[in-house]
Structure formats: structure tokens, C-alpha cells
């Protein structure tokens, strides 16, 4: 996950977006996008004209700190076990909600009817026990054309499981397939604990 650090960056210099924007010669859109944690893309040399006038800033104003990339934009992991590790839980309250979010705004289009369009989370709601059981790639010809159609359906959003530690892809002698990991397991708990 990314976290945009420069609005309380600018907070502790102590001066506006505009200001920062003019002496930096960065676009004020840019500087907005940024300190609202709405910007896609930064170009690393807007980045260093950022940190280079906001450093200037400090100085000028006696302030004891050296800021760099992370005061601006930092990559925050989301697969971290809580501190409490006796707890019994694989995965942080805030990561949780974090990965709910961003499976709840995946939207997938399906054959399936009243779910033509759907998000991630609901899908894995709806099919826990048959991701349990193992998500193939390919199943047997001897498979109803429906259960085909769910496994092409949920092996689509593999990917994205994967990326949030929820899955773990296996081979077994009828091809490659997934399932839910320890923490895929635990997020499903929590999930329905709400």
C-alpha cells in the first residue's frame, strides 16, 4: 500500500501547497495530488525538486530534520503479523480493513446470474468452501460446464489473492490450483466476525 506522507510534511516546514508549489516549481496539481494521497504516478525528478526545497525550507528555518522520500511517498506492507503474535492473529485490524477495501472495489464481471458484475470480496464470500476444497486451473472435462465456469471465474482473481498473501498456488496430479493460506483462512474469519 502506498502512503502519502508530504501534507504533514508540510504541516511541520510550515508552509502552504501553493508555497511549496512556486519555490519548488512543481505543478500546484501535482503538489495537491500528492499531500491528498490522490496522485498515480511521480517522476523522481519532481520528487527531488520536492525533497530539495522542502530541505532548503527546513534549514532556512532552523528546523532540526533532514526529510527525504518517505517524508513525501512510502510503500506501507499490508502482510505483517500483528505484535501480538500469541494472539493468534496473522493479520493487523488496520491491514484487514485495508485489503477488505481494495477486494470490495476489484469489480469482476461474470456468466453468473445476479452477479454479472461483482467485487472480489463478495465472490470469496460467496465461495469460501469451494476455494477450501482448491481453485484448478483446468478441471476435468468430467466437471459440469457450471463448476467450469465458477473455476475459470475464481482462478481469474488468483492473482490479486495472491498479491494480499490469501492464497498459495499447488500442483497436484490434476494440474495447478489454489487455495486459501493460513491468513486467507483467518481473513475469512474475520470477515464473517463482522
Known amino acids: 500500500m ?26 500546484p496539481n501535482t503538489i495537491n495530488d500528492l499531500a491528498n494521497g490522490t496522485s498515480k504516478r511521480i517522476e ?6 520536492i525533497l530539495t526545497t522542502i530541505n532548503q525550507i527546513s534549514v ?46 476489484h469489480h469482476v464481471p461474470t456468466p453468473i446470474a445476479g452477479l454479472e458484475i461483482t467485487n472480489i470480496l ?9 476455494i477450501k476444497e482448491g481453485v484448478y486451473e483446468v478441471l476435468a472435462s468430467k466437471s459440469s460446464s457450471a463448476l467450469r465456469t465458477l473455476n475459470r471465474i475464481l482462478y481469474g482473481i488468483g492473482d490479486t489473492l ?9 500442483q497436484d496430479s490434476y494440474g495447478t490450483f489454489y487455495t486459501f493460506t493460513d491468513k486467507g483462512n483467518f481473513f475469512m474469519k474475520l470477515l464473517k466476525n463482522q
Do not use: C, P, W
Open 60 to 105: 532556512m528555518r532552523g528546523l532540526n530534520k533532514r526529510f527525504n522520500v518517505s517524508d513525501v511517498v512510502e510503500f506501507v506492507s499490508l502482510d505483517f503479523r500483528s505484535e501480538d503474535a500469541e494472539s493468534g492473529k496473522l493479520i493487523s485490524d488496520e491491514a484487514f480493513l485495508k485489503i477488505k477495501e481494495i477486494l470490495s472495489k
Open 44 to 49: 523522481i525528478d519532481t520528487l527531488e525538486k
Open 122 to 130: 463478495q465472490l470469496i464470500d460467496l465461495y469460501e468452501d469451494h
Open 2 to 27: 502506498i502512503k502519502f506522507n508530504l501534507e504533514h510534511t508540510i504541516q511541520q516546514i510550515g508552509i502552504t501547497k501553493n508555497k511549496l508549489a512556486v519555490l519548488s516549481e512543481v505543478r
Open 162 to 170: 495472491e498479491l494480499y498473501g490469501l492464497v498459495e498456488y499447488k
